[in-house]
């Protein structure tokens, strides 16, 4: 999940009485061979900026990871020309911008550490860095930790700071919790391999274990954040975005990627990825259906109409939208809890109950969710569910979809939020405070209500083949990026 969840605005559907807002989209580009351009965080994406009632024609590049321009200020118009000099200057940019130690530095880096004695094993807080004898001096001044011990070298999520302020990242780090019960459940399921996307801290329980027992599971992780690369060899961690699928230690990294996912035939690998949530989409569904494709590739051809087994983790409101790029993904009811997000952890601890689901294509009625917490095993949908959501008679479901009591609305034909209430003037049901005159949830291309821009018959026909383009829900903003999302009420 991992954004700003503070400072979330509501992306979820408010009911009919919704309002709409601008946005920005991921765009098809005009020119479907055209290359994008490089920034530091690999391929850029190409954007355009959509504002009520109208869409603009003019297309941008942006970068694909950071959704703040300070964080990377990379942008050129579709049509732009750039001249030699630069683009020479943006190649100059983009090599400066690159970690400063290669990966194969960081391993011999690593490999020294842990020959060092205890009292010599230091790691500055300031640069989050693991130094060696030779660095001391440089970090004299620095703020500094002293006998790192292999457990903590086997824990690097609790060792470095969490880079929760940065939209870049948006790091948040699961409670202990939800952390032994995802590798527990993973386990459970017999699966051999994870490939953990944006999980660094699954990645570092799945590969714990009690002193002198053998880990009968493998783990990569796949991460944006380099300072993981500190602590793990070349099967261990890849410095990857998952919004361009860029390997930043190109073909090798792949390769070690590839060779993980192919590994048995493909047998036992499961992907499991928490990405930050005030991205788009879109981006994240390309990239996981390459990294589906680099797994199939490794295949026997009677296996093709299998799929690889996923969890993703991400709010329940997005549940449409993952659905309609995976549509046999199913979405659980467990709730996954944090441990840096005082407002989502755990419903009996923390203020509220956390919207952080698991969308997965696993059959849920394999998944076991734990009954201390609270779940239960409803026969009828034959799958575990939170204990306040009710099997519907009507819907034949158990409907709730944030573990609250939903109830029916005969008038609607479906289940609702228990803050919902029938709205005759609106036709259908809203929050009781929602404002019936404001502008109603239609068609973002003609204004008209019965249906939505994907399906807007005024369409050209080259954008209906861009079907799974789908706005972003967002408030009116005249910042270019997305702004970062809420919770509803
Ligand atoms: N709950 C997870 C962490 C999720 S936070 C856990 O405890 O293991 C989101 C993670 O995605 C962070 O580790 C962050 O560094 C990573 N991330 C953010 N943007 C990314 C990108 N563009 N590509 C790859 N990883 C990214
Ligand atoms: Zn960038
Ligand atoms: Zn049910
Ligand atoms: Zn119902
Ligand atoms: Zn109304």
Same mark, same amino acid.
């Given at each position: ?159 470095? +700071? ?153 709010? +329940? ?16 009811? +467990? ?155």
């Amino acid at each position: 999940m991992a954004a700003p969840m503070d400072c979330l605005e509501s992306i979820e559907d408010e009911g009919c009485a919704g309002r709409r807002a601008s946005g920005v989209e991921v765009a098809l580009p005009s020119d479907p061979a055209a290359p994008a351009p490089l920034c530091p965080h690999g391929p850029t994406l190409l954007f355009v900026k959509v504002s009520q009632g109208k869409e603009e024609t003019r297309k941008f590049y942006a970068c694909s990871a950071c959704r703040d321009r300070k964080d990377c200020n990379f942008f050129q118009w579709e049509d732009e020309k750039l001249s030699e000099a630069r683009l020479a200057a943006r190649e100059a940019h983009n090599q400066r911008c690159q970690p400063p130690l290669s990966r194969t530095q960081c391993i011999e880096r690593y490999l020294s550490f842990i020959q060092l004695p205890l009292t010599q094993r230091k790691f500055c807080q300031s640069c989050q860095q693991l130094l060696l004898p030779v660095d001391w001096r440089e970090h004299g001044e620095h703020q500094l930790s002293a006998g790192i011990s292999i457990t903590q070298l086997r824990r690097p999520s609790q060792l470095l +700071y969490p880079l929760e302020n940065k939209k870049t990242h948006a790091q948040y780090l699961f409670a202990d919790r939800s952390c032994q019960f995802l590798a527990g459940l993973l386990a459970a399921l017999g699966f051999r391999r994870v490939l953990c996307v944006g999980t660094p801290r699954l990645h570092e329980q799945i590969r714990l274990t009690a002193p002198g027992e053998k880990s009968n599971m493998k783990s990569l992780l796949l991460d944006i954040d380099f300072r993981y690369s500190q602590f793990y060899l070349e099967e261990g961690f890849c410095h990857y975005n998952m919004f361009n699928h860029h390997f930043f230690d190109g073909k090798a990294a792949l390769e070690v990627c590839k060779a993980f996912l192919q590994e048995e035939e493909g047998e036992g690998v499961i992907m499991v990825t928490d990405p930050p949530f005030g991205g788009l989409v879109e981006p994240l569904a390309i990239t996981f259906k390459k990294l589906i494709a680099m797994w199939k590739e490794g295949q026997s051809k009677d296996d093709s109409h299998k799929e690889l087994p996923i969890f993703w983790i991400f709010p +329940y409101f997005f549940e449409q939208r993952i659905c309609q790029f995976f549509p046999s993904f199913r979405m659980l009811d +467990y709730q996954v809890d944090y441990d840096n997000h005082a407002l989502y952890k755990h419903g009996k601890t923390g203020r509220k109950q956390s919207p952080v689901r698991i969308f997965t294509n696993v059959p849920a009625n394999k998944i076991i969710l734990p009954p201390e917490e609270g779940y239960r095993f409803c026969s009828l949908c034959q799958r575990y569910v939170s204990l306040e959501n009710q099997h519907c008679a009507h819907c034949n479901s158990c409907t709730s979809k944030d573990g609250r009591k939903w109830s029916h609305c005969f008038l609607c034909n479906k289940c609702v939020k228990p803050s919902w209430i029938h709205c005759s003037s609106c036709n259908c049901c809203a929050l009781s405070d929602h404002s019936c005159s404001g502008p109603k949830d239609g068609c973002f291309i003609c204004g008209a209500s019965d249906h939505k821009r994907s399906n807007c018959p005024h369409i050209g026909t080259s954008r209906r083949a861009n079907k799974a383009v789908r706005k972003q829900k967002q408030r009116k903003s005249n910042k270019i990026r997305t702004e970062p999302l809420k919770d509803n009420p």
